[in-house]
């Protein structure tokens, strides 16, 4: 009882950044489970059962980035740093086809950890609110970068995809390349179309 009572004396005479340093492991760990939580049931139980990193890359990958990226909101809070390690989880989900507010919303997740952890101390002590809302605007901030990660890979899946579509038979003609639709509505005209493309596709005419 006694060493739980100095405990909370010595919280007391902390501020924000210090108790996130003394309670970082917790909270790194609860943000981890988080975001696991945000895929399915059975994929969470292969997450926390199954620790070799080549069979679970997106696990690993998560568990080895939200401490670093952590970190740097406490400490360094460099846009560089942290869209680096954005990268690393945003990437994935832009993959995995999730909707750009469920990409960005592991970030959001970090409040809500924050939160429930130092519910106590920002109780006892009226000044660490005021601490803890200059912070989140920190995460806010992270969110935003998250986006733009988000945007970035988006636009490289969607370069990947016209790529490949380019390169199909029906794509490209004697006479240049044509879209799909251009061709479509040729067959409908019965060759009387005119040569350019209809530009639905947004690639205008092309030589």
């Not at 679970?56 to 942290?82: K, R, V």
């Not at 390169?167 to 179309?193: A, D, I, N, V």
Request: hydrophobic residues 35%; aromatic residues 8%; proline residues 3%.
């Amino acid at each position: 009882m006694a060493s739980q009572f100095e405990a909370l004396k010595n919280n007391s005479n902390m501020n924000l950044e210090e108790l996130l340093t003394k309670k970082r492991d917790c909270i790194v760990g609860n943000w981890i489970n988080s975001v696991q939580e945000t895929y399915p049931a059975e994929t969470v139980e292969f997450f926390r059962h199954q620790r070799n990193r080549f069979a679970n890359p997106i696990g690993a990958t998560i568990s080895e980035t939200m401490g670093p990226l952590f970190d740097e909101l406490l400490n360094g809070n460099n846009p560089q740093n942290m869209s680096s390690l954005l990268d690393n989880i945003v990437r994935i989900r832009a993959v995995q086809d999730f909707m750009p507010s469920g990409a960005v919303a592991v970030v959001f997740l970090l409040k809500k950890v924050i939160r429930e952890e130092l519910a106590r101390d920002i109780k006892r002590e009226e000044g660490l609110f005021e601490d803890l809302l200059e912070f989140e605007s920190r995460i806010d901030q992270c969110v935003l970068l998250a986006f733009d990660v988000y945007m970035k890979c988006r636009e490289k899946i969607w370069e990947i995809k016209l790529d490949d579509f380019k390169k199909r038979p029906f794509f490209t003609t004697g006479r240049g390349m044509r879209c799909l639709s251009y061709m479509l509505q040729q067959e409908q005209r019965q060759g009387k179309g005119t040569e350019d493309c209809c530009n639905n596709c947004g690639l205008g005419k092309v030589r």
